[in-house]
């Protein structure tokens, strides 16, 4: 093997650790994500999830990954939870120029608008997904 095979060998495996350490440093810090519930004005469902969609398209257009949406089945009085990953604010502004380019509104009009179709709402930081286990590893560590 010449000495530049095994300078090649070398990089690559040494651009292969990198990327597997990323991974699991990755993997090991749960990301921030908005989990919101949402409790909809009588009448005003279909309004809502248009509402919510035409933004999720506009967003999925700056690359933000989806917002997961979950629909009530039986039990509490929500309707609707979505967990969406936090934005700072360079996100934001691009999400916010890509509503605007959809012919959406934005910023308090954007959400005076959502506030006419919803009963009641709350906004809540989470960080995950995590398992238990996972958890229990953290709170031990000092």
């Known amino acids: ?21 990323s991974t699991v440093l990755a993997q090991a810090q749960p990301k921030t994500s908005i989990v919101s519930i949402y ?8 309004a809502f999830l248009k509402w919510m969609a035409a933004q999720d398209a506009a967003a999925a257009s700056t690359g933000v990954p989806a917002t ?6 039986d039990g509490d009085s929500w309707d609707y ?6 934005m700072d604010d360079a996100m934001t502004q691009k999400a916010d120029a890509a509503a605007r ?13 959502l506030r006419e179709l919803m ?22 560590q000092p």
């Open 1 to 21: 093997m010449t000495r530049f095979n095994r300078a090649l060998c070398a990089l690559v495996a040494v651009a292969a650790m990198a990327a597997g350490i």
């Open 39 to 46: 409790r909809i004005a009588p009448g005003k469902h279909l």
């Open 68 to 73: 997961q949406w979950y629909r009530h089945l």
């Open 81 to 86: 939870v979505a967990i969406a990953p936090a």
């Open 101 to 113: 380019s959809h012919g959406l509104s934005t910023g308090m009009k954007a959400g005076l608008e």
């Open 119 to 140: 009963a009641f709402h709350t906004d809540t930081y989470a960080a995950g997904p995590s398992t238990a286990a996972q958890l229990v590893q953290e709170a031990s």
